[in-house]
């Protein structure tokens, strides 16, 4: 029973990252931004200030492609640098006002999420999506620290079924 279940939370959690996915192209689309620079954004609102290269950390890019970023999103009055109070080799980037309104601008859709969830279960949702939220971190950087799998390598393909090899074999039989 319990991977019936198991199953079916895969699923829908495969679900809600897919929907996810498609409502931050939906809003990247609409403010005029780049997936990335909504990504960004995202990751500010939430932690708040954030040093380049935990900014580039966070959204898997090298740091001169986060510094690139940091360059657009500043360009467009969405985000700027300011120097780390307590480091003077470092900057940190912060949301401006604009790139705050994004967000809130953003957040009556969000807030729609839940419509269909009744308000004694909103503080249930919420344990349970941050729960899940964490966990799914902590799984990813897990993966992360995991040596690299390819797929497309030779050593990456499956074992051949007896018939396969047997059917090979005589092949290559035929042929000498």
């Known amino acids: 029973m319990r991977e019936q279940h198991m199953a079916a939370a895969n699923k829908a959690l495969r679900q809600l990252i897919l929907a996810g996915e498609q409502y931050r192209q939906a809003i990247s689309n609409y403010v005029g931004l780049g997936v990335t620079e909504t990504q960004a954004i995202s990751h500010l609102i939430v932690t708040g200030d954030r040093s380049h290269s935990e900014l580039a950390s966070a959204l898997g890019l090298t740091t001169s492609a986060a510094t690139s970023l940091v360059d657009r999103l500043e360009h467009r009055g ?7 109070p307590h ?8 949301l401006t006002e604009r790139g705050r309104a994004v967000v809130v601008d953003s957040r009556p859709w969000f807030d729609h999420a839940f419509d269909r ?3 004694d279960c909103l503080a249930d949702a919420v344990a349970l999506l941050t729960t899940i939220a964490e966990d799914l971190r902590r799984q990813a950087d897990l993966v992360t620290d995991l040596p690299r799998q390819d797929h497309h390598s030779e050593a990456a393909k499956p074992a051949q079924s007896d018939n396969e090899a047997l059917t090979t074999e005589a092949s290559r039989s035929a042929t000498r």
Not at 78 to 84: D, G, T
């Open 87 to 94: 480091d003077r080799r470092q900057t940190l980037v912060r």
């Open 117 to 119: 969830i009744d308000d």
């Open 78 to 84: 969405i985000a700027e640098r300011h120097p780390h």
